[in-house]
């Protein structure tokens, strides 16, 4: 009620990358898997290979040069809008970026550029950022994916977050470096819920009883799910997933589930529609500081989830040498700084704190408590041993495997 | 007034036109002249609903994935398979169509009734009264049910606090608040076509019925009920499909019970790129909702389906 101009936080939340998954005003995507189906029969895309040839960069990237032009398709309001970063791109290096806030949600954006890197051609892009889950994976397995000549990244060799290096859906960075993280913990609203949640059993506590918001994405109700029941989402077993459905099941045969969410839970949220709820770090965060709302985030003791948003290049791109220099650019703490007091997610650049931590210091007012805030946020820059406790989605190793993990999850979040 | 004059019966056979050298090509042409002008028609139809349909049906029929491709098998299961894992859903949004298209006539009738009657000079303004929120995008409207109906919102926040109504009490993620969004996305479609049918209504007839000591119930039961029928029956026709179908309501105004068969039609093209199940349970849910107006259609006649086609 107290919103009467369009904020961008809730603009954020109504258009958030990460929560269209189900995205109904993505109506557009079925006409353009219509349009796949229209095909009659649909050939396969799986190049069956599942390591990278020694000399698939050297094969790459011999003979390509700049074109001066870089087209990069992000998230929307992933960037502040009038681009600083970009323009200071080009002034120090002459190339040029034509940035498009184009993905809206992974399935649709995948149907879209699918067909095109099927017949090799350009979808367009030059750079496209990528949330590591079931399109990632698909775009790897594909063959979609550039692979990146690190002997041209030097600012990513030296400051990126060790972690980072080592992530199970692409190990090494072959295909991809992170844009940005966030956490999934559980949010909760501190004017309804006396008790701060410390576990995932406090989702199944019945004083909450349908005031609970769950996630509708399979891969992140599943993570949760298998915490609560003691398992390792990463290595998990189908018995696992079984187990981890039952404890869903469990949940919503007792009342306790509102809604399955995909992406307006923090105004449900806000208003008491739902008390506590799954949620993303960054959401919760940029509520707080926008809004003006209280809210709260934990990570509950089993552990919580990390997902992360990675800068690729499609295999088919037009400038692939600009691109690279491009997400290197990136991974100057001054830049990533510079981003993440916009984006208020976890940079990979973990320079970029003490970037803010000046930048703090030399703002004024309300400016440098925000920073000061955010250079301090334990959502933006995670302690180690927060970090240590959170966990992937399940990677899955084939079609049918993820075809019988979705056959476990579906029937809850569709019931 | 109404002087019936005899006139004399046309004559049998059409005068005979002067002869031409090229008759035969003449007549060919003339024929070929109904088919010329269907044929944009015809082709719009065969490109965007019978090529789409058929590419359907077959790719409900294959096996396999994205990244394997789907292989045309004729793996009936699908349908099987597909219609077991989501009977409940499929039977649930047939009965939320049926319940919604009811409370929609329901509705829709007396104030079609009031505004071909006792419109006046005003029909054309309170129609349009009638569409005007129909000019913001249907997701919208639905969405700020969401904050008008919240459980501490504008409506439900101060009745709870004068004690009106328990604490927990909460409209939204339930089956009515499903079923009510679903009757006011689909009333003006049902209200429209009932009031062409009554505005058709000669109000002579109900003048003879009058005459004929017909009481006012009487005359409507009789006369203005019968006739508006064909309004009725293309109401449904044009909202029980689309509401049967819908996925926005349940998406936007459901809680976890309230799933409908477009929801999961929608998961499964999009999240899950299961293109032959879902496929197969939207040919299922088109032939359900077919046979069902097919059925619909015959027990109410078929001359009122044919008037109800003519508008």
Redesign the interface.
């Not at chain 1, 796949?36 to 799986?46: I, Y």
């Not at chain 1, 589930?257 to 399955?260: A, G, I, L, S, T």
């Given at each position: 009620?107290s919103e009467n101009h369009i904020d961008p936080v809730l603009l954020r939340g109504m258009t958030q990358r990460r929560l269209g998954?189900?995205d109904?005003?993505?109506a557009a995507?079925?006409g353009v898997?219509?349009a796949?189906?229209?095909?009659?029969?649909?050939?396969?895309?799986?190049t069956g290979k599942k390591t990278v040839a020694p000399d698939a960069v050297a094969k790459f990237w011999t003979g390509k040069t700049g074109t001066g032009h870089v087209n990069f398709a992000n998230w929307p309001l992933y960037m502040d809008p009038k681009h600083p970063e970009l323009k200071k791109f080009t002034a120090q290096t002459g190339v040029t970026v034509t940035y498009s806030e184009v993905i809206n949600d992974l399935?649709?954006f995948f149907?879209k550029i699918q067909p095109q890197l099927a017949a090799h051609q350009s979808i367009g892009y030059d750079l496209m950022v990528i949330t590591n889950g079931v399109e990632f994976a698909?775009l790897v397995?594909?063959g979609y994916y550039a692979p990146l000549d690190h002997s041209k990244m030097p600012n990513f060799t030296k400051n990126v977050a060790p972690k980072y290096t080592q992530e199970a859906y692409d190990p090494g960075n072959v295909y991809s470096v992170p844009w940005a993280s966030g956490i999934t913990g559980i949010g909760y609203n501190p004017k309804y819920v006396k008790t701060p949640p410390t576990s995932l059993q406090d989702l199944q506590n019945l004083i909450y009883?349908?005031k609970v918001g769950m996630f509708s994405d399979?891969e992140e109700i599943g993570v949760f799910a298998m915490l609560a029941v003691g398992a390792n989402p990463e290595t998990s077993t189908p018995s696992d997933w079984q187990k981890a459905a039952d404890w869903l099941k469990k949940q919503?045969d007792a009342g306790l589930?509102?809604?399955?969410y995909d992406q307006?839970y923090i105004?449900?949220l806000s208003?008491?529609?739902i008390w506590l709820n799954m949620a993303w770090s960054g959401d919760i965060f940029q509520s707080n500081a926008s809004n003006g709302t209280n809210l709260q985030f934990a990570i509950p003791s089993e552990g919580g989830t990390l997902w992360t948003d990675n800068m690729t290049i499609p295999i088919t791109a037009d400038n692939p040498v600009d691109s690279l220099k491009l997400i290197d650019f990136f991974y100057d703490p001054a830049i990533a700084g510079s981003l993440a007091e916009y984006i208020n997610y976890i940079t990979p650049v973990p320079a970029a704190q003490a970037v803010i931590a000046a930048d703090a210091k030399a703002a004024t007012g309300d400016d440098a408590k925000a920073l000061n805030q955010l250079a301090t946020s334990p959502l933006v820059f995670p302690a180690a041993s927060s970090l240590a406790k959170l966990h992937y989605y399940r990677a899955f190793k084939?079609?049918?495997e993820r075809?019988q993990y979705?056959s476990i999850f579906?029937?809850i979040v569709?019931? | 007034m109404t002087v019936v004059t005899d006139r004399p019966a046309p004559v049998s056979s059409p005068t005979p036109e002067p002869a031409r050298r090229s008759g035969l090509l003449d007549r060919m042409r003339m024929r070929a002249v109904p088919y010329l002008l269907a044929l944009p028609g015809s082709l719009w139809l065969v490109v965007f609903f019978v090529a789409p349909m058929i590419a359907m049906i077959s790719l409900s029929l294959t096996q396999g994935d994205i990244g394997a491709g789907f292989q045309q098998t004729f793996h009936w299961q699908n349908y099987t398979h597909s219609i077991s894992t989501y009977h409940v859903q499929f039977v649930r949004s047939l009965e939320y169509g049926l319940i919604s298209t009811v409370l929609q006539i329901a509705i829709a009738y007396p104030v079609s009734y009031w505004i071909a009657f006792r419109g006046g000079s005003r029909k054309t303004f309170y129609l349009f009264l009638l569409l005007l929120p129909f000019f913001v995008s249907f997701v919208l409207r639905t969405q700020s049910w969401n904050f008008m109906l919240a459980d501490n919102g504008i409506i439900l926040g101060p009745l709870k606090n004068a004690g009106l109504l328990a604490q927990n009490f909460h409209v939204l993620a339930t089956t009515p608040a499903v079923i009510g969004g679903l009757t006011y996305n689909y009333l003006p479609f049902m209200v429209l076509p009932i009031y062409v049918a009554l505005e058709r209504v000669d109000p002579r007839l109900i003048e003879a019925s009058y005459d004929l000591y017909a009481s006012k119930v009487r005359a409507f039961t009789r006369v203005i009920f019968p006739l508006s029928l064909p309004g009725i029956f293309a109401g449904v026709v044009i909202t029980f499909v689309p509401v049967s179908a819908d996925y926005v309501n349940a998406y936007i105004l459901g809680g976890p019970k309230n799933t409908m068969i477009g929801n999961v039609i929608q998961n499964n093209y999009l999240v899950n790129q299961q293109y032959p199940e879902a496929s197969a349970l939207s040919f299922a849910l088109m032939a359900v909702l077919l046979i069902g107006l097919f059925g619909y259609a015959k027990a109410l006649g078929t001359e009122d389906v044919l008037e109800a086609a003519a508008g």
């Open positions: 009620m998954r189900r109904i005003f993505k995507g079925l898997a219509a796949g189906l229209a095909a009659c029969s649909v050939k396969g895309q799986a399935p649709t149907a698909e397995e594909f009883k349908g399979v919503q589930v509102r809604k399955y307006d105004s449900a208003n008491g529609d084939t079609s049918a075809d979705n579906d029937p569709t019931s | -």
